[in-house]
C-alpha cells in the first residue's frame, strides 16, 4: 500500500497544486492523508478548501483548523482571521468535524500533533529558540497509551522527520506543505526548513515488512507569488518565510 502523507497547508493553494501535480506524475497513491492546518493564512484559503473537498483525503483536525472553527474572530490570530473571512460557514463545519486521530489501516495511526494534543509537538522540544528532535522517552511519553499502531504519522512542526523507536514504532513526519518557516511565542521560538520548497512524504507499506519504504519529497512551486500574495495582505513575515525557509530576523 502506498500512501501519499501532507501536513500544514496552511491556505498554500499554490504549493498544495504542485504536491498533487508531483504526486500524479510518481502515478499517485492508493492513500492521501491529510494531517491538518489546512487554511491559516495569509494567502488562498478559499481555494485552498475548493481543493481539499475535491481531494477527499482522509484528514485529521490541526489545532489551526480547530481555532478556525470554533473561535470568535476577537480572540483569533492574524492568520486564523484571515482565512476565517476567506472561506463559508460550510468549510468552518467541515474543519469543526474533522476527528483529532484516524487509524488508517490497522497498526497506521494519524495526528496532527500527538494523538492526545493538537498543539503539542510530538518529536521535538524547543532549545535555544529553535526546534530539535527529542529524546526517545520524552516522545513516547507524549504518544501516551497508544498500542496498536506500529506507524504513527504527525505534523505541527512542519519538520520533515522519521524516527524509529526500540519497541519498533515508525514516527513521520512529511514537512510543511505550505508554510516552510514561522516563529511561535508559546514560548517563543522558530521552526524553518532553510528552503522554499513544498514538503510532504509517500511510504510504500509492503505486505508483512518490517519497515516501510519512506520518500521525503521537497517540490519546487512558485514561492515568488505566494510571496507576493502575502505581501498583499499585510504579512511581511510570512512572505519572507516563503521566500527563504528562514523566520523573519529579529
Not at 490497522?106 to 524547543?126: F, N, Q, S, V
Not at 505534523?155 to 518557516?181: E, F, K, W, Y
Not at 514538503?199 to 519512506?214: G, K, N, S, T
Not at 512558485?222 to 507576493?228: L, N, Q, V, Y
Request: charged share 20%; net charge negative; proline share 5%.
Amino acid at each position: 500500500m502506498k500512501i501519499a502523507i501532507i501536513a500544514d497547508i496552511h491556505g498554500n493553494a499554490l504549493a498544495l497544486d504542485a504536491v498533487l501535480a508531483d504526486l500524479k506524475r510518481r502515478a499517485g497513491a492508493d492513500m492521501v492523508v491529510n494531517l491538518g492546518d489546512c487554511v491559516s493564512g495569509p494567502l488562498w484559503p478559499r481555494e485552498t478548501m475548493g481543493i481539499l473537498h475535491q481531494l477527499g483525503a482522509t484528514t485529521v483536525r490541526g489545532n489551526h483548523d480547530r481555532q478556525v472553527a470554533t473561535l470568535t474572530r476577537e480572540t483569533m490570530n492574524a492568520s486564523d482571521s484571515f482565512a476565517v473571512q476567506e472561506i463559508t460557514a460550510a468549510d468552518r463545519a467541515w474543519l469543526a468535524a474533522l476527528p483529532q486521530t484516524v487509524m488508517l489501516t490497522p497498526g497506521i495511526l494519524a495526528c496532527h500533533a500527538t494523538p492526545d494534543d493538537d498543539a503539542t509537538y510530538l518529536l521535538e522540544r524547543i532549545e535555544n529558540g529553535g526546534l530539535v528532535r527529542d529524546d526517545e522517552a520524552a516522545i513516547s511519553t507524549r504518544l501516551g497509551t497508544i498500542n496498536t499502531a506500529n506507524i504513527v504519522l504527525t505534523g505541527h512542526s512542519h519538520r520533515p522527520d522519521m524516527l524509529r523507536t526500540q519497541n519498533g514504532m515508525t514516527i513521520i513526519n512529511p514537512g510543511s506543505v505550505g508554510c516552510p518557516a514561522y516563529e511561535d511565542d508559546a514560548p517563543a521560538h522558530v521552526s524553518e526548513s532553510a528552503t522554499p520548497h513544498a514538503r510532504y512524504a509517500i511510504i510504500d507499506i509492503a505486505e508483512d515488512a518490517d519497515l516501510p519504504d519512506v520518500q521525503f519529497i521537497a517540490v519546487a512551486y512558485d514561492h515568488e507569488k505566494a510571496a507576493k500574495r502575502a505581501e498583499e495582505n499585510g504579512r511581511n513575515d510570512w512572505a519572507y518565510a516563503l521566500r527563504t525557509g528562514y523566520a523573519t530576523p529579529a
